[in-house]
């Protein structure tokens, strides 16, 4: 019998950190990385989904992640989870959707190589009442360590996601550019200069240049 709870609390850096390396990642070093929100990207956003049951995979995805994985870059998830920090559900559920998601995505023959998860938030419970955590986007703290441990090119580097604050975490964050999916139409208002926005589209060729 698998002790979820030991297990999810194996991937816990601090109590609203949440990280999992699914696999050796010294190939990706140098190399660009696709990081990518979960909810409104990989699964659709229902709102604080509490089971794998909730998740509804967007199918639209996937082809970016075989991409990514045939040019050696690494995936890797960066998610806001204030649903655990407001009691919602428990790191150990998160997990169990997380496995979910990488069951549904190996189907396709994709992969998902890092996942970071960040429950603070300044409405969580304690301990996860912490407003503006260094790691919850629009901060850049958790695409900062996934792309430590990965070794990547941040200046390569992509972010696709649907909310403003995907693309702001993405700019302080050092890379080259976001896409966004959806239609928040506050989005395309974080481009700047140094840091184009530009919606998911037929086009992807260079999304990883
Ligand atoms: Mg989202």
């Known amino acids: 019998m698998t002790d979820q709870s030991t297990l999810a609390n194996n991937h816990l850096e601090e109590p609203g950190i949440w990280v999992r390396v699914n696999r050796p990642l010294s190939d990706f070093k140098g190399r660009p990385a696709l990081f990518l929100d979960r909810d409104g990207v990989i699964n659709a956003d ?95 703290g958790m695409l900062l360590r996934g792309g430590a441990l990965a070794g990547s090119d941040m200046t390569a580097s992509t972010i696709v996601g649907d909310r403003p604050g995907d693309m702001i975490a993405g700019r302080r964050a050092g890379l080259k550019c976001g896409w966004f999916a959806g239609d928040d139409p506050a989005i395309a208002a974080t481009a700047d200069s140094t840091f184009p926005v530009r919606p998911l589209g037929s086009d992807n060729d260079d999304l990883l240049a």
């Open 46 to 140: 229902t709102g604080y989904p509490d089971s794998p049951e909730k998740i509804i995979m967007i199918e639209r995805v996937v082809p970016l992640i075989r991409h990514a994985n045939r040019r050696g870059c690494a995936v890797i998830v960066v998610t806001n989870q204030s649903g655990v920090g407001r009691g919602f559900l428990s790191w150990e559920t998160f997990e169990a959707i997380t496995d979910h998601i990488d069951r549904r995505l190996a189907d396709y023959a994709v992969r998902i190589d890092i996942v970071l998860a960040c429950a603070y938030h300044r409405d969580g419970r304690p301990p996860f009442d912490i407003d503006d955590h260094p790691m919850r986007k629009p901060n850049p």
